[in-house]
Structures are given as structure tokens and as C-alpha cells.
């Protein structure tokens, strides 16, 4: 099974500022990676796929980088709706589907 | 518009059983697989599965054998999930979500585009 690590566990940013967010796969999972966003009490929202591609109606402010094993989720300037849980998952090569463990986005 | 609305909580005593329910809108439930995630109390996602929403035939992850047990009626256009001899471990929150294709140097891939809006499971 593909291991998906994202760091920080939790990230401490000021309103307005840059956050940029880490997910590395245990081997190369070419471009198949996609980004989540969970917010307390609902469903995952997904955010970008294809590591780089925004899904319909998600901000600009969200961009997504990378290849192989390690990506990067950049939000450029936070708004108070970002704060929330971001996942990365992996779907390059299943079963089974793996996930992270999350990063936690909260107000500094 | 695409939704996935599931049941809103379901309680059981353990040793007992609860269905989920995963009722899809605005496209028909046959057009694509469909997967269950597990998210435990305070925890990550946890991939448990998919069924085959043509055939009916469920692929269960490691973990997930057994006691669980996924179900289509495609005449309500519903998902189910069904875990039986509850066990505490089980509760939690529990999510079907639809896939969506992507194509990568020529070979098809599938992420999760919509999620259904969520289960939770009470063992007490």
C-alpha cells in the first residue's frame, strides 16, 4: 500500500497570510494526487486533483504543485473560511485509496 | 446537481446491526462506482471500499471484511452500507462518495469529486 504522510500535523497562520501545505507518497504516484478540505461537522470538499487542477468553484487562492512523491497545497492568502482539516489522497494506484493524516489550518 | 444524501445517524447496541443509507440525485446511481470512507472519532479518512453499481459486486479493503457489507437498490437510486455485530470501534462517521475520471499519459485514474453528507454510527 502507497503511504501518504502530510506535515505539518498542525500549521498556525495569520489571516492574509501564505500557507503552504506538504503530502509525500511512500513511492511515485505520478500526477494522481487530490486535496481535500474538511471543515468541522461536514463533508470532505474536494479541492484539487490531478495535483494541480482546481475543482469547479474553488478560489484561485488554492493551488496545487508537484509530482511523483512529494506536492504541495499553497493557499495564498488566507481567509477566515480556509481554517479547517486539509487531506492529501493518493489514486494513482488502488485498491486501496490512501489518505493522510491531515493537516490541521488554524488562526495564529 | 449531483448529491449524494445519506442517513443521518444511525444508533446500535453492540452485537447488533445498523444500514447506512446513500441516496444519489441528479444522476443515476449506475453511471459510476461508488466507495464508503470511515472516519473515526477525531481521526482521518479511512478507505473501506467500493461496490460495482452495475453488478452489484462489492471489493472490500483490509479491515473491512467480514462485518460490512455494501448493497445497492437501484430502484431508489439508493447505496447502503451494513455493518453487522457491532463493535465500539465501529462508530464513527461514515461517508459514500462518487468517483470521477481522469485521464493521465493515456490511462483512465479516479478521484473522489462528491461526497455524500455523512453517517454517524453510535455503538451503545
Known amino acids: 500500500d502507497i503511504l501518504m504522510t502530510q506535515s505539518p500535523a498542525t500549521l498556525s497562520v495569520s489571516p492574509g497570510e501564505r500557507a503552504a501545505l506538504s503530502c509525500r507518497a511512500s513511492q511515485s504516484i505520478n500526477n494522481n494526487l487530490a486535496w481535500y478540505q474538511q471543515k468541522p461537522g461536514q463533508s470532505p470538499r474536494l479541492l484539487i486533483y490531478?495535483?494541480?487542477t482546481r475543482a469547479t468553484g474553488i478560489p484561485l487562492r488554492f493551488s496545487g504543485s508537484g509530482s511523483g512523491t512529494e506536492f504541495t497545497l499553497t493557499i495564498s492568502s488566507l481567509q477566515s473560511e480556509d481554517f479547517a482539516v486539509y487531506y492529501c489522497?493518493?489514486?494513482?494506484?488502488?485498491?486501496?485509496?490512501?489518505f493522510g493524516q491531515g493537516t490541521k489550518l488554524e488562526i495564529k | 446537481q449531483i448529491q449524494l444524501v445519506q442517513s443521518g445517524s444511525e444508533v446500535g447496541k453492540p452485537g447488533a446491526s445498523v444500514k447506512v443509507s446513500c441516496k444519489a440525485s441528479?444522476?443515476?446511481?449506475?453511471?459510476?462506482?461508488l466507495h464508503w470512507v470511515r472516519q473515526a472519532p477525531g481521526q482521518g479518512l479511512e478507505w473501506m471500499g467500493w461496490i460495482n453499481t452495475n453488478t452489484g459486486h462489492p471489493t472490500y479493503a483490509q479491515g473491512f471484511t467480514g462485518r460490512f457489507v455494501f448493497s445497492l437498490d437501484t430502484s431508489v437510486n439508493t447505496a447502503y452500507l451494513q455493518i453487522t455485530s457491532l463493535k465500539p470501534e465501529d462508530n464513527g462517521l461514515y461517508y459514500c462518495a462518487k468517483p470521477k475520471r481522469t485521464v493521465y499519459r493515456g490511462s483512465y485514474y479516479y478521484y473522489m469529486d462528491v461526497w455524500g453528507t455523512g453517517t454517524t454510527v453510535t455503538v451503545s
Open positions: 490531478s495535483a494541480s
Open positions: 441528479g444522476y443515476s446511481l449506475t453511471d459510476y462506482v
Open positions: 489522497q493518493q489514486y494513482d494506484n488502488w485498491p486501496p485509496y490512501t
